[in-house]
């Protein structure tokens, strides 16, 4: 058995897996980050020290949102959960003797859906993560590809619009400025300002503050022009990013996670067929694309499977 960690903005979400990937019990406590990493990792070791009563274990992996140094086992940067060069791996060895692993959040979600998620039968495979920004993560034979100082996968700052909207990485016309949620609700909001007709108005009261994702996925399946032609340009451009990931990557399957993947097909239809026409491959095999299956499991289940390397 291993213990994986999802160490999240919001929660620390721990869990005891098997080799295979199955949760057998499982620990949370808020994250309340706000008090500083030394409280909240006083928290960590108590989750850890449920999980292991009665219990023996090969490893423990632990999932950030933010970057880390693996080899030295320091969380460089995570703003979500106020940590800045926390020796992590370091401190739960103050404690445990075992082997702790560190990657980020979208790295173990990836080997998640690639050990017994959406991917299990893929020996390679790429997870984009939709949410406020895109994550990413590149699996092959169910270990990460990380490159050589372990940043690979930002996927989100392949740019995909020369001169486009400005990305808080210092670059313009990002993936993640116009494939993620937050991209999709920016865009409704900014051509409701310029007074659209849309079914959203109604859903929000013309509060148009109140949109989110999945307003738009509703109001677009009632029918409503608005909604259906900002899904149209959006999947156009989640499209053309995904075109480029597949001509470098020539993965067999992506899989699509984060609050959107929730809208399935509606959504993995128009898209596979957009991506289809894009690719430079054209005769060949295609690479699958499909919906992520573990939802927010897959950051215990990741974290627990990074001793694989
Ligand atoms: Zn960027």
Redo the contacts with the bound molecule.
Sequence with gaps: MHIGIDLGGTNIDTGLVSEEGVISSRKSMPTRAERGSAEVIKDLLRLIEMLLESNSIQSIGVGVPGTVIRDQGIVNFACNINFHNVRLVHELNQQFDYPVYLDNDANCAALGEAVCGAAENYDTSLMVTIGTGIGGGIVINKRIYRGFNGAAGEI??MVIETNGLD?????KG?F??YASTSALVWEAKRKLKNQADSFLREMTSDNIDKINGEMIFSAAKQGDKFSLSLIDRYTDYFAEGLANLINIFEPEIIVIGGAVSRQGEYLINPLKEKVHQKVYSKTLPKTNIVAAVLGSDSGIIGASQLWRG
């Design positions: 989100g700052h990305c808080a990485c210092g670059r990002c993640e400025k």
